[in-house]
């Protein structure tokens, strides 16, 4: 199976998501060296910073790919225009895991999504109101279009349950690891 995953919040350092992300991803490929792991990022930095994902990089059923675009423009095709599938940048993936701030649409690929925290949801008035509206497109998207939606904890799946109205079933909790 060939596994597609956004990275891009890595990039970020030392954040919550940064943080969940790089050690779910780095589980994922410690436990599993059947499967193939494609890390797409996409960063206004250039290079992407290696020592922040801190997982066995030089695995040989991991391939790093960045985007030639930055986030913003990805923000324009994906959240709004909602167009340029995923397997156009990543080659052909069986899924596609999305997280923090875009949604782009995929061909064939199964989608899921990590949700976080409804922040700019339940409190919009203090929250930077680009995010809040970059939030409220890839989370409509994502409501139509993911097979899965993974929050992190019971607070975060209740909320995407009753703020965004995602069907119970198709939400389920990974709790952050040590």
């Known amino acids: 199976m060939r596994v597609g995953i956004d990275i891009s919040q890595v990039a970020y350092g030392n954040t919550g998501v940064a ?18 792991y494609i890390l797409f990022f996409s960063s206004l930095r250039g290079k992407f910073p290696i020592s922040n994902f801190q997982f066995p990089i030089n695995s040989t059923n991991v391939r790093i790919v960045k985007s030639p675009l930055p986030p913003t423009v990805l923000d324009l095709l994906w959240n709004k225009l909602h167009v340029f ?20 649409p995929a061909k064939k690929a199964k989608k899921a999504t990590i949700i976080y925290d409804l ?12 995010i809040v509206s970059v939030q409220k497109r890839k989370l409509a998207w994502v409501k139509k279009e993911s097979d899965i939606v993974f929050c992190i904890s019971e607070s975060s799946r209740n909320d995407a349950i009753e ?12 709790y952050p690891g040590l």
Request: aromatic residues 12%; negative net charge; charged residues 30%.
């Open 19 to 36: 943080n969940y992300l790089s050690s779910l991803i780095r589980e994922m490929i410690r436990q599993d060296a059947k499967n193939e």
């Open 85 to 104: 599938p995923i397997e156009w940048f990543v080659g052909d993936v069986d899924v596609f895991i999305t997280s923090d701030w875009t949604e782009p």
């Open 119 to 130: 922040i700019v949801f339940k409190h919009p008035e203090e929250s930077d109101q680009k």
């Open 163 to 174: 703020i965004l109205g995602f069907d119970p079933k198709k939400v389920k909790v990974i």
